[in-house]
């Protein structure tokens, strides 16, 4: 467990403390990883050579497996509530002390420090971060780290809020969480917010993040106004919407330099938002109502959907209000720990047949998704649902995907590789039904998410995306995210074969995959559904081919995690 915290090839460096107290604490949790560190190696050389090592590995494997629901209740989850726990306490203080542009410098020369040492000596191996694949929200393993020099980028703090130009600017490893936190008490918010409190800045910007007022504003990246970088030459480069560096960014998953700042722009926010339920009972009037309220003149704020089945759906719409007035619907506190998640709440509409409307404050919208992970929660407590479990434990939700990805045992994994969907189909709007009903057939993973977005033209400064057919430079065009998230309710499923027709309607359609997850492309294919002109010729000038992976590298399937034959206790 020691070893899987950092990568082997690089040892981390020391933290830069931001105080005498944190240099205390950094000491003792560097005195008591030492310490693990040494007990868990004198235990294996114990066990190897007493013979236990494989039956209590067996034991082990067997107990991940088999009772994953208990270790998920009374282990992860708790521990996810002290870890949250920690990080609010350390970022007010950070806050409070206004350290952390200070020590912002700092951090980013031992970026640099590593890049240069990796230049002395002599680039041996390409480079990547040294974040363990398990601390990710992405379903990756990203097993590739193994083969490659790992760079630790320490860099997790809000650096400073510019309410006269309406920036915020903030580190890679700052999560949506710390975001609200900080912006929410201020009086802003960004205008586009992706529903998962551990996505961080630097996961939506070098790869993609979505969210339902997207029809306006576009994807996160869309939202930035300037990145700050270490290249491979050890430089350090902020760059802006002039530089063709910051429209290649964006989708190339870490493979141009590390990524040590971000600039985005906030908007006001509001109290509340007002949310109206639509249900539906056919596809087809779905998706007439749903172009309708994404390209109209007047669209709501905030779009979304669901798809319970190919004959019952939601469309969800909401607008920013700031007061309570006389005629305004109830307020509902939807994260309410005992209350039910939120897409079983919209499915109110379906079982009632009928519309209503409900205030929400802004930050229980934001994360209107947390408490159930959208619906991955129901695979790991099945009895989630239950009104006993939600008021007993409710509070404690949600378990953190690093930590659910951290007690995995292999037939788990296995699992979740060949029988489980995490996919996000992004197609123009026009072709939002036939997507829909592909995965009806494909996946039948109930429920499917919908969001709406729309992809600008750059001109000669389009980045990996490739611009909309029919449009000129400033130019736009509506677009549709189908996101299916479940275990497909088909027969024999072959998950390759599923996702693979799906990637083929996307690529004779100018559609696009949303990486976070898997691509069973071929380079070939991969290269054909986005456009690499600009990211090629980046690569070349800043001579990132010879110190990064390209980006499918680390999102092809085959590179992925390989199932192993099962311990002969679990086959038994």
Known sequence: LAS????????LPPLAPYHPCQMVVAKVLSVLTLGLSLIGKTLLFILTITGLRLPLWNLFTYVLTNYRTSLVMFCVMPLSVWFDAYWRIRSWYIAKIKSAPQKHGERVADVQRQVKDWIDGGKKTRMCTARPGWMTVSPRHSIYKKHLYCVNIDLTDVLELNTKDRILRVEPSV????????????GYTLPVIPEMDELTVGGLINGYGIETSSHHYGLFNEIAVAYEL???????????????????????????????AVELKVIPATKYV???????????????????????ENSPDFLEGFMYSPKEGVIMVAWYEDEIKPNSPPVNNINTWYKPY??????????????FEELIPLRQYYQRHNRSIFWALENQIPMCHNPIFRTLFGWTLPPRVPFLKLIESPAVTEWYEEKYVLQDFMAPLEK????????????????????PYKIPNHGEMQGKVKAPPGTKKGGFSHYIDVAAVGEPHIDNFDCGKAIRTLEEFLRDNHGIQGNYSYTYQTLQEFREMFDHTLYDEVRKELEAEKAFPEGYEKLARKNQWRAKPLPPLLTQ
């Open 4 to 11: 899987s915290l950092s990568c082997q090839h690089h040892p």
């Open 175 to 186: 999560n949506i969480l710390q975001i609200l936190d900080y912006v929410l008490p201020r």
């Open 432 to 451: 939002a039904e036939d997507l829909m009903r592909l995965c009806y057939k494909e996946l039948a993973v109930w429920p499917l998410w919908l969001c």
């Open 230 to 260: 270490v290249l491979p030459s050890g430089e350090v480069r902020r760059v802006t919407k002039e530089d063709k560096l910051f429209h290649a960014v964006p989708w190339s998953y870490g493979t141009l330099g590390f990524l040590t």
């Open 274 to 296: 007002r949310h109206k339920y639509i249900p539906f009972f056919n596809t087809k009037d779905y998706v007439k109502k749903w172009i309708e309220f994404q390209t109209s």
């Open 342 to 355: 939120f897409y079983k709440h919209a499915y109110t509409a379906i079982s009632e047949k009928k519309e």
